[in-house]
Antibody, heavy 119, light 106 residues
Framework: EVQLVETGGGLVQPGGSLRLSCATS????????MSWVRQAPGKGLEWVAN????????LYVDSVKGRFAISRDNAKNSVYLQMNSLRPEDTAVYYC????????????WGQGTMVTVSS | SYELTQPPSVSVSPGQTVSITCSGD??????ASWYQQRPGQSPVLVIY???KRPSGIPERFSGSNSGNTATLTISGTQAMDEADYYC?????????FGGGTKLTVL
């Protein structure tokens, strides 16, 4: 079964950093764009960032530009989200999602990892 | 920035048909997708490219997209369809989600 498993969430103080990981299995990661999508408690979905197949193209939502960095290691079947200068409004469940360019949609989602930014 | 607007809530009786709308400027010029999210679970893709169903999604789910409005229709709604539904589209290579619609099956 195709699977995405996110890890790395936790409690961090404002201004701190966290690195999220998304471990993928049962598909060839190098064939797909990948995205991070977040959901604040009781709120809707918000796309955060995506990265193309070889990591040469990355896009971000305006609110995280300059603070977050998406990356990938196809040999390790993993995608990452480095989050710096965290703010309370970054508190959310962060989902990793597969983004096949032939679908124009996110067809596989992980279970999510919770990030809480609070003092 | 581009916005997609959905009604906050919709209700339906079991066995009936319900439609959930998603509005955005010239939305019909591109593709719209829909996701179902049950409480405490991750989103699931139910419609992509306006009206296509992924493998495993029941035929009672259908979609359309024209002009400024995309629509998700559920025919013969079942209790298990009670969930939040989100539309999604692309804007200049970035992704936009609607605010979500809570579907209640009464």
């Amino acid at each position: 079964e195709v699977q995405l498993v996110e890890t790395g969430g936790g409690l961090v103080q404002p201004g701190g950093s966290l690195r999220l990981s998304c471990a993928t299995s049962r598909f060839t990661l190098s064939n797909y764009w990948m995205s991070w999508v977040r959901q604040a408690p009781g709120k809707g979905l918000e796309w955060v960032a995506n990265i193309n197949q070889d990591g040469s193209d990355k896009l971000y939502v305006d609110s995280v530009k300059g603070r977050f960095a998406i990356s990938r290691d196809n040999a390790k079947n993993s995608v990452y989200l480095q989050m710096n200068s965290l703010r309370p409004e970054d508190t959310a469940v962060y989902y990793c999602a597969r983004d096949p360019d032939y679908l124009d949609a996110f067809d596989i989602w992980g279970q999510g990892t919770m990030v809480t930014v609070s003092s | 920035s581009y916005e997609l607007t959905q009604p906050p809530s919709v209700s339906v009786s079991p066995g009936q048909t319900v439609s959930i709308t998603c509005s955005g400027d010239k939305l019909g010029d591109g593709y719209a997708s829909w996701y179902q999210q049950r409480p405490g679970q991750s989103p699931v893709l139910v419609i992509y490219q306006d009206g296509k169903r992924p493998s495993g999604i029941p035929e009672r789910f259908s979609g359309s997209n024209s002009g400024n409005t995309a629509t998700l229709t559920i025919s013969g709604t079942q209790a298990m369809d009670e969930a939040d539904y989100y539309c999604q589209a692309w804007d200049s290579r970035t992704v936009v989600f609607g605010g979500g619609t809570k579907l209640t099956v009464l």
